[in-house]
């Protein structure tokens, strides 16, 4: 089997939103697994939160959204991820049935 490497970059995009903590760390996982992606934020209170990918740290102009957690059991994948991911909670994802394509920069935005 091949391994699929993931950075994980958690991000909170909002003015005024300080509250995220950026993340920065590589997540090595085999092709065809599972992987769960969590948001590091420091308040407990429950929130939206949109999911975003990108081909690299910089790429912030080609950003494609991949999830989107409006409260428990409501929520909706995107693009090549739709089918493929879930959360149990507000502040974490998980993808399913990785590919080579899954590679890249995950950002987290609470909404």
């Keep these: 089997m091949d391994t699929t490497s993931i950075k ?3 991000l909170c995009y909002l003015a005024g939103c300080g509250f995220a903590e950026r993340v920065t760390r590589p ?18 209170q429950e929130q939206e939160v949109n999911w975003w990918y990108a081909v690299s740290e910089h790429a912030t ?12 059991n ?3 994948g995107f693009g090549q991820w739709e089918g493929r991911t879930s959360a149990d909670s507000y502040l974490e994802l998980t993808i399913r049935n990785l590919t080579v394509e899954d590679s890249g920069y995950y950002h987290c935005e609470l909404t």
């Design 74 to 76: 409501v929520y909706k």
């Design 27 to 44: 997540v090595s996982v085999l092709e065809h697994t599972d992987v769960t992606l969590n948001c590091t934020h420091a308040h407990i």
């Design 61 to 72: 102009e080609t950003l494609r959204i991949v999830f989107q957690f409006k409260r428990p």
């Design 8 to 10: 994980i970059l958690a």
